[in-house]
């Protein structure tokens, strides 16, 4: 058994307290939000899983030093936005050696940095490492068999965090390949969302999957020329993670991308899911790295257009069909 630490009180990490309770491990949840340890504590119940009936004897708190003393691995589960702040706070509570794995997916805006990089750089003492995949939190939360990757630096890190993780409905795999698993991990919300925006103006299957292929393009391109590897892309991190978001009501960042798509401001958008949509935060980010790397991305580009210039997403739609004619693969011989 292990003491484990989610720091993050959000559906995701309430699923996967539900999910290593029943690993019989010692779980302990740390909310910044007083009304949510006061629901969790009264109701043994979460809103955005409301058919989840939290144990008696997992433990919640407003205490970060609670959350983390003792804690064999600290899992962080805030929003992407939140992650830097977070972990200021937490590192005052931090061992040395300590295991984070975080499960949080995006790109800090402000400095491009991955959510593992930022970690480590406020938690330079710990053993930063990722979780990540095609993982609902609906699903997880009910039992559904699921699939993820555990990134780390280190062999025996990556090994341990998936013995922990590990349960019959719950697969993990293992990956030294960090970069690859968060660029996917975060470039996929801004994909779903142009998938979400092209259901809402009512465009078909044809249109998802011209999506969901050309933005894994992106996305490797993207990731490869940082440093990333390519196989990681074709695995659950990417064009795994990149299927389940584009395809799933489940996904925010879909729900969000069909309400742009039906007519909505994105502000509009983001109140009605009521839920943090990452890809709103990762596209500019996604735009930046991608002028910043010299690698085109026309699918990012345009949602970018969308959200953040006003522009129709019809409009934006015509704009990616009628680019210059080009080659799918540049990589492959042609006979003379």
Request: one cysteine or more; proline letters at 3%; hydrophobic letters at 40%.
């Amino acid at each position: 058994m292990a003491k484990i630490g989610i720091i993050g009180s959000g559906s995701w990490g309430i699923a996967l307290a539900s999910l290593l309770y029943n690993n019989k491990h010692e779980v302990t949840v740390w909310s910044a939000l007083p009304e949510e340890i006061t629901e969790m504590k009264t109701t043994r119940r979460h809103h955005t899983l409301p058919e989840l009936v939290l144990p008696e004897d997992m433990r919640f708190t407003e205490s970060l030093e609670e959350a983390m003393t003792g804690r064999d691995i600290l899992v962080t589960a805030v929003p992407s936005i939140y992650v830097r702040s977070t972990a200021k706070k937490m590192n005052s509570f931090c061992r040395y050696g300590q295991v984070v794995v975080n499960v949080a997916k995006g790109i800090e805006e402000s400095t491009l940095m991955t959510l593992s990089e930022v970690l480590e750089e406020e938690l330079p003492m710990a053993d930063v490492a990722v979780l990540s995949g095609p993982s609902h939190a609906e699903e997880v939360s009910k039992g559904l068999p699921t699939t993820c990757v555990a990134g780390a630096r280190i062999r025996k890190t990556a090994e341990y965090i998936q013995g922990i993780f590990m349960h019959e409905v719950f697969r993990v795999y293992t990956s030294p390949d960090i970069l690859a698993i968060e660029i996917g991990g975060s470039l996929k919300n801004v994909i779903a969302l142009a998938a979400g925006i092209a259901d809402g103006l009512g465009y078909g299957d044809n249109t998802k999957a011209a999506l969901i292929t050309r933005g894994i393009t992106e996305i490797s391109r993207l990731g490869t020329e940082m440093g990333g590897k390519f196989q990681t892309f074709c695995g659950l991190s990417g064009i795994g993670d990149l299927i389940v978001t584009c395809a799933s009501m489940h996904s925010r960042n879909r729900r969000a991308g069909i309400l742009i798509g039906q007519g909505r401001t994105m502000e509009e958008a983001t109140k009605e899911v009521k839920m943090v949509v990452e890809g709103i935060y990762s596209a500019k980010a996604a735009l930046a790295l991608s002028e910043k790397y010299g690698v085109s991305m026309p699918i990012v580009e345009q949602v970018n257009e969308v959200l953040f210039n006003n522009k129709p997403a019809s409009d934006a739609v015509k704009d990616l069909m009628l680019r210059d004619k080009t080659i799918e693969s540049s990589d492959l011989p042609w006979e003379d």
